[in-house]
């Protein structure tokens, strides 16, 4: 059973800048698209870079600051000083873009983004080229997912396909996302696996199983000592 994928809910097109582009024409990009960064692209839109608002206040921040920081300052100060004199995208830019292909997992992604505390990835292809963008608020979008048509989903994609149970067997109820599984199937295994499989659909807050089994075929697990 397929589940989401970084295609599927990342946004396009993604807003571009070149090497070349202006400070004052990227600030004015980020304001009139109402976005918080800009990747920066060569001609074939392969990542160079990113600027952000934060590469951008370097200048405000710096402001009055005319000599270089001492040769003994850290390197973080030393590039927010450099990028302050920066005029053109190549010169306030940060280098390392965090990107992630576009058939990847949405679960790996969010898995990024939250451990290393990103606000969005750069969505690239096979190629390398930039299709697309994915921030923190696309992945959370799943979690809008209709209560109907999450238990659509229950009854099509794992009773019905991955499953072959005949839905009318089992009662699936969802309320704010969180999903209700009651009736009576076979063996306890086919009780487990469905609630997991239901536990990996897109919109689904959790799973409270209450499947009941006539055949308990699953076997407690011994401890060794």
């Known amino acids: 059973m397929r589940g989401p994928t970084v295609a599927d809910v990342m946004k396009r097109p993604v807003v571009t800048v070149d090497a070349q582009t202006p400070f004052k024409d990227i600030v004015s990009l980020l304001a009139e698209h109402r976005i918080s960064a800009v990747a920066v692209v060569d001609e074939g839109r392969h990542p160079l870079g990113v600027v952000s608002e934060a590469d951008l206040l370097a200048k ?13 300052t850290e390197l973080r100060r030393w590039r927010r000083w450099t990028k302050a004199r920066g005029a053109t995208a190549r010169e306030v830019m940060t280098r390392h873009v965090r990107t992630i292909h576009r058939e990847e997992p949405l679960a790996v992604a969010a898995r990024r983004l939250a451990e290393g505390r990103l606000r969005r990835l750069f969505v690239i292809d096979s190629s390398g080229t930039l299709v ?24 099509r994609e794992v009773l019905r396909r991955a499953m072959w149970v005949d839905p009318a067997t089992v009662t699936v109820r969802v309320r704010d996302g969180v999903v209700s599984l009651t009736g009576l199937l076979e063996r306890r295994s086919e009780a487990d696996i469905a609630g997991e499989l239901t536990a990996g659909l897109p919109g689904v807050v959790d799973v409270r199983n209450e499947l009941r089994a006539a055949l308990e075929d699953t076997s407690p697990v011994r401890r060794t000592f």
Do not use: C, M, N, Y
Request: charged share 35%; glycine share 8%; aromatic share 6%.
């Open 60 to 72: 405000e921040d710096q402001r009055g600051t005319a000599h270089p920081p001492s040769v003994f």
């Open 132 to 155: 697309g963008v994915l921030a923190r608020r696309d992945v959370l979008g799943v979690f809008l997912r209709p209560d109907e048509e999450i238990k659509r989903a229950v009854e």
